[in-house]
C-alpha cells in the first residue's frame, strides 16, 4: 500500500512538471528588458522567471550608471543607457521594458516612455512592494505603466456634472484638434454632447481624418473642420467672428523641445504670438473661457 501511494505521488509530480515544460513555450514568451540593476530589479527577474503562465522573457538589465555595463546579473548583461532606450532594445531584439529603477525622475521616465511609445515598445511598472520574498506578489504588481505613474501626487478626480453644464449644446473650439493633445481633447469634449465643435488646425491630412473618424462616431453632431494657423490673428477673427465659441481649448503649439530649441523663432511665432492671438480674440468675442493644454 505505501509503495503503490508513494508511485502515485511521485507519478503525479513528474506528470506535473512534464506538463509546465510543455506548456512554458519560450517562442511565445515576450523578449524584455529590465531597467535597474540593483536587487529589485534581480527580484523582478526572480519573480518574472517563476509566473505560471509565464509572460515575459529577461534578456537584458539595464542602468544608467557606466560603472556596470561590462558587469552581468544572472548571467545576462547590463545595458549602458548611453543611447535611446528603444535604440538598445532594438539590439536585443527585445519589445517590452519593465521600469524598476527608483532613482530615475520624472522628467527621465516621460523621456523613456515617449520614446518608447513612439517605437511601439510596451512599458510596465513596479510599484513599492513590501515583500520582496513574495516572488508571486512580485509577479502580480508588474503592471502597464500609465500616465498617472509620472504624477507625484493623488489623480485629479473630475467633476462631470459641472463640465457637462459648461459644454453640453455649448459651442466648443479646439486648436491643434488633429494632434496628439488636441485630438484626445476632443474625444473628451465629444461626450459632454457640445451644440457644435469647431476642430481647427493647420494640418490638412490629420484634420480631414480626424473628422472623418468623428462622422463614423456620431454623424448627429456639428462638426466644423477649419483649416488655419493660429499665427494669422487675421484668420482667426473670421472664425472667432462667425462661431463666436463659448469654450475655446488651445491644444495648437510645438511640443518637441529639443528640436524647437533649434528653430526658436517657430516655436515663438506659434507657441507664443499663436497663443496671444487665441487670448486676444478670446477676450474680443467674449468667450466665456478658455483653457491652454499643451506642454
Known amino acids: 500500500m505505501y509503495c503503490l501511494f508513494s508511485f502515485l505521488f511521485f507519478f503525479r509530480i513528474i506528470v506535473k512538471f512534464a506538463f509546465e515544460i510543455n506548456t512554458t513555450d519560450t517562442k511565445n514568451l515576450i523578449p524584455t528588458v529590465v531597467y535597474g540593476s540593483d536587487v529589485n530589479a534581480i527580484a523582478i527577474s526572480n519573480a518574472v ?71 511601439n515598445i510596451k512599458v510596465f511598472s513596479v510599484p513599492i512592494i513590501s515583500n520582496w520574498e513574495n516572488e508571486k506578489e512580485i509577479s502580480l504588481k508588474i503592471k502597464n505603466f500609465e500616465i498617472q505613474d509620472l504624477l507625484e501626487r493623488k489623480p485629479i478626480v473630475l467633476d462631470s456634472k459641472l463640465i457637462s453644464k459648461q459644454l453640453s449644446n455649448k459651442t466648443v473650439l479646439i486648436t491643434g484638434a488633429a494632434g496628439s493633445i488636441g485630438s484626445e481633447i476632443v474625444w473628451q469634449v465629444l461626450e459632454f454632447n457640445p451644440k457644435t465643435i469647431l476642430i481647427l488646425d493647420q494640418a490638412e491630412s490629420p484634420l480631414h481624418k480626424l473628422s472623418l473618424e468623428i462622422a463614423k462616431f456620431d454623424q448627429k453632431l456639428t462638426v466644423i473642420p477649419i483649416l488655419c494657423d493660429i499665427r ?57 473661457k478658455i483653457c491652454y493644454d499643451f506642454y
Do not use: W
Open 232 to 288: 494669422s490673428k487675421k484668420a482667426l477673427a473670421k472664425v472667432f467672428e462667425k462661431y463666436k465659441p463659448t469654450i475655446v481649448f488651445h491644444a495648437a503649439a510645438y511640443k518637441h523641445v529639443p528640436l524647437m530649441e533649434e528653430n526658436p523663432s517657430e516655436s515663438i511665432f506659434t507657441n507664443v504670438l499663436g497663443t496671444k492671438n487665441i487670448a486676444d480674440l478670446a477676450l474680443e468675442f467674449k468667450a466665456k
Open 49 to 119: 522567471k517563476s509566473e505560471k503562465p509565464a509572460r515575459f522573457k529577461i534578456v537584458a538589465f539595464m542602468d544608467k550608471s557606466s560603472q556596470n555595463k561590462s558587469k552581468s546579473i544572472l548571467g545576462l548583461p547590463i545595458l549602458y543607457k548611453n543611447k535611446k532606450v528603444s535604440v538598445l532594445l532594438r539590439k536585443q531584439k527585445a519589445t517590452t521594458l519593465i521600469l524598476v529603477e527608483k532613482s530615475l525622475t520624472k522628467d527621465e521616465k516621460l523621456q523613456i516612455v515617449d520614446d518608447c511609445l513612439e517605437n
